[in-house]
């Protein structure tokens, strides 16, 4: 076992049992993670993500498999695996009744800090984590964000080396959801590894530096963002033209320049086009091409393709919570900032004029 | 944020491993502290022996007895009884609370005592079997409760009560492991209780019962429970009763116990 790995898991195997039926949860996942790196688990709901991150925080026992974190095996040497890990997630909450400080203040006295330091500590936690006012209030009356930062600081009491963060922002504002992600990179950049499951493309393509894709219990892709994206083997252009009825003609010269297919979709202002690598040095003609033809462009994106048709390539399927069906990426200025998680996965260079 | 974040995170002191009896304690303070933010649970605990006691001994007890006064002294050690006994569901109901609000998968995933969560809860319990007690207690000498026993009595019987009340804790421990919702845990465990809390000598006397009630009445752990809190209570202590529940509640802590810590640490 190389010791820079900071969690390991080789054929890990979860199946339910329910009535006649056997859920295959989890159908034999690998996973490598190289100390202080974010690794990205990205598939739909019902993938297995949730049940893979149970195992390896010791709350599910693998069927099949080994897993082990910094070493130390899940099964047998779980007590270990236990001090080394932080867990936030639907499952591993706080208790709503009780204030944030109460709720701290007990995990640290769980984890053994004495009375004095378990004070110290929450007080500076709860001081990070702009949660000090709301500190000896119920953790019911919190916000959506709130919750989500003192889940977050209630994972990290002990400093764990190694963070599971199960869709850590899933259901949060944009706001609250750039501060789940700096906070992430902070205990990132300060060495701890991260290992985050989420249904958001996005998410895994801003935080994470390897991404897994699952789907029904199997990894379908594993790779960084850019090499999942790199095999799909193509760029993609989006424009728009201001006259629906120059689309023809627009088409006609993006083929000629490009030497790609075009593609039509429903917004009758729309084209697409699939850039072939050999394709790529044409791009910048383009935009003068359609120019000189006296066809106005509102609205022009060129980029890698998107997770999202990057998980459609490889499962046949878009991602079930995050696909609107026709909605052209791009189609809209700015719609790719702001906008939540979801569509907004595109990796795009736009220019608009 | 950046730099106090850091700061906050960063340990330069990792603690050592707490003992088994710190962590149960904290759990127990746990509890008071649920019960001090959610004060409405324990409106049952203090509403229905109020209501259980008031209601039979003044609509039933002088057709029962001859006289309320009468009745009081038969029926409070019973009412103590059913009393305790329903507060024991809590235990099965606040841990199914905590599963199904993802509180408990938490402690589960700390490098604590496993046990230390269920034990500390049973802790917690103990401060409402004391309320509920007292509430009863206190009713019931006001009512004119007058117990030959003393304070001596009350006391002993109190106690044998509650050791039996934490052994059928598992009981509801179980059930709240295994059942779907805090819900269907309640519903579940009245269906149980109610019919052994009826179905015994806690309001009468089964003598005029007919023979195949009175059988069932007869080999009711609760009227065993009951005859020995009353015998202590009275004055004249049953030993054979005594040693009946002593051993009953030593049978299903030891059956019950392991079997709950089972389910609890190979939980899906």
Known sequence: MSDSLAVEARGLV???????????????????????????????????????????ATLL???????????????????????????????????????????LLMLARLYGFGPAAARRRVQGLLEAFDLADAGSRQVKTYSGGMHRRIDLAASLVLAPRVLFLDEPTTGLDPRSRNQVWDIVRVLVDDG????????????????????????????????????????????????????????????????????????????????AARVPDA??????????????????????SLGQPSLDEVFLALTGQPLPDDVEPGAEP??????????????GARESTEVSR | MTTTLRDAVALTERPSRPSPVSTTLTFGWRALLKIKHVPEQLFDVLVSPIIFTLMFTYLFGGALAGSTQAYIQFLLPGILVQTILFVTIYTGYTLNT??????????????????????????????????????????????????DGGILGVLLGVLLLLVFAFALSWTFIILGLLVRSPNAVMGISMMVLMPLTFASNVFVDPVTMPSGLRAFVGVNPVSHLVTAVRGLMAGSPDAAE???????????????????????????
């Not at chain 1, 949860?25 to 297995?48: H, K, R």
């Not at chain 1, 069927?63 to 591993?92: E, N, W």
């Open chain 2, 98 to 147: 905590d599963i199904s609000k993802g509180v408990f998968d938490r402690f589960r995933s700390l490098p604590i005592w496993r046990p230390s969560p269920v034990v500390g809860a049973l802790l917690g319990d103990t401060v409402r079997y004391t309320i509920a007690s007292v509430i009863t207690i206190s009713l019931g000498l006001i009512l004119g409760f007058r117990p």
């Open chain 1, 14 to 56: 979860k199946h339910f049992t329910s009535r006649k039926s056997v859920t295959k949860a989890v159908d034999g996942i690998d996973l490598s993670i190289t100390e202080g790196s974010v690794f990205g688990l990205l598939g739909p709901n019902g993938a297995g993500k949730t049940t893979v991150v149970r195992m390896l």
């Open chain 2, 242 to 268: 005594i040693v009946w529940v002593l051993i009953a509640s030593v049978i299903l802590t030891a059956v019950l116990g392991p079997i709950a810590m089972r389910i609890y640490r190979t939980r899906t």
């Open chain 1, 279 to 300: 394709g790529a040095d044409a791009v910048p003609r383009l935009l003068p091409a359609l120019a000189e033809a006296g066809i106005s462009v509102p609205e022009f």
């Open chain 1, 61 to 103: 026992r693998p069927d099949a498999g080994t897993a082990s974190v910094l070493g130390h095996d899940v099964v047998r040497d779980a007590d270990a695996v236990r001090s080394a890990v932080g867990l936030t997630g639907q499952y591993a909450s706080v208790d709503e009744d009780l204030t944030g400080t109460e709720n």
């Open chain 1, 192 to 271: 701890a590894t991260v290992l985050l499951t989420t249904q958001y493309l996005d998410e895994a393509d801003q935080l994470a530096d390897r991404i897994a894709v699952v789907d029904h219990g199997r990894t379908i892709a594993e790779g960084t963002s850019s090499e999942l994206k790199r095999s799909v083997g193509e760029g993609a252009v989006h424009l728009r033209v201001a006259e629906v009825g120059d689309r023809a003609r627009a088409a006609e010269i993006t083929e000629r320049v490009l030497g790609a297919e075009v593609t039509f979709d429903s917004d009758p202002h729309a084209i």
């Open chain 1, 330 to 343: 791009g189609a809209e200025p700015g719609s790719d900032s702001g906008s939540g998680p979801g569509p």
